[in-house]
């Protein structure tokens, strides 16, 4: 079957809009969860779920399933808002760096669960795709 190029950015879009309702259930779930149980972010619940929808998404943004800056945008806070909930105990702070990026600033015994670190990585890729010039040129006039 032949497929031209409009109908699949038409595919990422509908993607994109998809991911959009999936991230505002989850976050709102999350957020309902933590409040019901007053207790951190339960990681045998949601680990492996968001380190795979953390990488999914991102390279969503990559392929322009967000086209408009506020989907880019509205992506960022997920993730931050994430990463907030699993520091809610205070042990992103009391782990020992990974690596030599952005986020390995740790001074504790601990390292970071897996989902954590692609949780960092990918708000790192969001906020370096922000930055990209198409992102930083949309909606002026030329």
């Known amino acids: 079957m032949f497929c031209c190029c409009h109908c699949s950015s038409q595919f990422y ?5 998809c991911l959009t309702r999936l991230m505002n259930f989850l976050e709102r779930r999350l957020l309902r969860d933590v409040e019901e149980d007053e207790k951190k972010l339960d990681k045998t619940k949601w680990s492996l779920n968001l380190d795979a929808l953390s990488w999914m998404i991102v ?5 322009g399933a967000f086209p408009q ?3 880019v945008l509205k992506t960022l806070e997920f993730l931050l808002s ?4 699993t520091n809610k105990d205070g042990r992103i702070e009391e782990t020992i760096p990974t690596g030599k990026g952005l986020f390995s600033i740790g001074r504790g015994s601990k390292q970071l669960d897996t989902y954590i670190h692609a949780l960092f990585k990918n ?3 969001t906020i370096l795709y922000c930055f ?5 040129a949309y909606g002026r006039a030329e």
């Open 82 to 85: 994430m990463l907030q909930l």
């Open 123 to 125: 708000t790192n890729r």
């Open 59 to 63: 390279d969503r943004v990559y392929i």
């Open 13 to 17: 879009v509908l993607q994109g809009l």
């Open 69 to 71: 800056p506020a989907g």
């Open 132 to 136: 990209l010039p198409p992102f930083l």
